[in-house]
């Protein structure tokens, strides 16, 4: 059966995805990474291409808010960062918490430029800036600590097993009297699940 209509809407389906795996996904130099953050940006505010010269450099460090000195763009290695800045690795909660922050949510200020992985760099992402590596010491006693109290509960659970009380499993018809083998002409004993 054939909905009227359906081949039509179906043609204009095939078209539609036609023109979309027709067009190219990336139509600049640099690679953007699809993310709903770059596509509220504006076509000034994605990178641009790598910057040969000087002047290519003074104009990246302006758009990106920053000055010449600082500037550094990510090397023209083929990954395609473009003229994005190179900005250093710091976890938000690695930004100190008494600055007068725009947003202090994310620890930012209004028109700082956002690090290329600043993804994994916020709040719910581990903080891997960091590096947090205990004495060997510390690593031991607190294996010995954990073992010791898993191994105290392990002994003191099989001197005093608990477990949840279990009464008499009940049947009806007086506890399959019959079903057990029960003598057909003989009235069997009322069987009491209960004591009051």
Known sequence: MCIPGSTKMASQVWRVAGRLRSQPLLRRQGVVA????????????????????????????????????????????GLGWGDYPKLPVQ?????????????????????????????IMWRNRPQWDKEFNPSL???????????????????FGFKYPMFQPVGPKQYPYNNLYLENGGNPDKEPEAVKNYAI
């Open 137 to 155: 010491k510390t690593q031991v006693k607190t294996l010995l600590g954990v073992l010791t109290v898993f191994g105290v509960l392990f002994v």
């Open 91 to 119: 976890h938000v909660d690695s930004r100190s918490h008494w600055d007068d922050w725009d947003f202090p949510d994310i620890r930012r200020n209004y028109g700082d430029v956002y690090h290329i992985e600043e993804d």
């Open 34 to 77: 699809l993310q709903s953050r770059n596509l509220e940006m504006g076509k000034d505010d994605l990178p641009g291409p790598y910057p040969r010269t000087a002047e290519e450099r003074a104009r990246a460090a302006k758009k990106y808010n920053m000055r010449v000195e600082d500037y550094e763009p990510y090397p023209d290695d």
